[in-house]
């Protein structure tokens, strides 16, 4: 099963996003992997940071970088390059730490981006729940698809994967694939209930000043705006003063 996102459009430009990609692509020229491949029954390392940084093969790499340059950028765009950069170590290892505690016994290496992928996929989940994507199993194409419903299929089919799992000795990630997603759906329902990518996006388009419009501290209604300064709502008759701080009411 595959999703593919529309058009879902960015104020900013998804550096973070774009180079942690062509990391992932470097990593693909090393000659030996194995050195930091994830292995449970071995000693914490660097392959805790660094395995998920690697790919098995070109393909897997190319499934993994269309993913992240549909969903992941988004993610950023909302949260910030910063918290972003973060966001995306800390599903890398919650992935392995996931696989370590169903596998410790494990001698199965593992590498690859798809638990990252999964806890960003969690947080699109969140923040753009009625985008409409198209998904595609094996020859049937479905169109214009709410990425609610999409991805609440998409997480159904790898819970069903790991249930599978239980009862073969496969070794594989499904389950911090599905822990990772879940991950990002609470993170991205915390940082949303508490306002605080409301606080964080307003203070960076404040800074940089894209969005091009001020919403009215009386009735919301967007204002077209071109710098800081007195406004006067056309619609509730309301006169506000906006600047780096924020608006404010005028008498």
């Not at 999703?3 to 996003?17: D, G, L, M, Y």
Request: proline letters at 4%; hydrophobic letters at 45%.
């Amino acid at each position: 099963m595959f999703v593919f996102e529309k058009a879902n459009q960015k104020s900013r430009f998804p550096i973070v996003t774009i180079c942690l990609i062509l990391l992932t692509l470097c990593t693909l020229s090393f000659d030996s992997i194995g050195a930091y491949a994830f292995t449970p029954k071995q000693e914490f390392g660097i392959s805790l940071l660094a395995s998920f940084l690697f790919n098995t093969s070109f393909v897997e790499w190319t499934t993994n970088a269309i993913y992240l340059y549909m969903f992941a950028d988004n993610v950023e765009d909302v949260v910030g390059h910063l918290h972003f950069f973060f966001l995306f170590f800390f599903f890398g290892i919650l992935a392995n730490l996931t696989y370590y505690l169903f596998h410790m016994n494990s001698i199965t290496p593992v590498v690859g981006t798809s638990g990252v992928v999964s806890g960003m996929l969690g947080m699109y989940y969140v923040f753009f729940p009625n985008v409409k994507i198209t998904m595609v199993f094996e020859k049937l194409v479905i169109r214009e698809v709410p990425i609610f419903v999409s991805l609440s299929i998409w997480i159904v089919v790898q819970t069903y994967l790991y249930l599978v799992e239980l009862h073969s000795n496969v070794k594989t990630t499904y389950a911090g694939q599905v822990v990772t997603f879940l991950s990002g759906v609470v993170i991205a329902t915390v940082l949303v209930r508490h306002q605080f990518l409301d606080k964080l996006e307003h203070k960076l388009r404040l800074t940089t000043f894209q969005n091009k419009t001020v919403l009215c501290p009386s009735c919301n209604h967007p204002i077209p705006a071109k710098k800081y300064g007195r406004f006067h709502c056309t619609v509730c008759q309301t006169n506000f003063f906006f600047d780096r701080n924020g608006k404010k009411f005028l008498p």
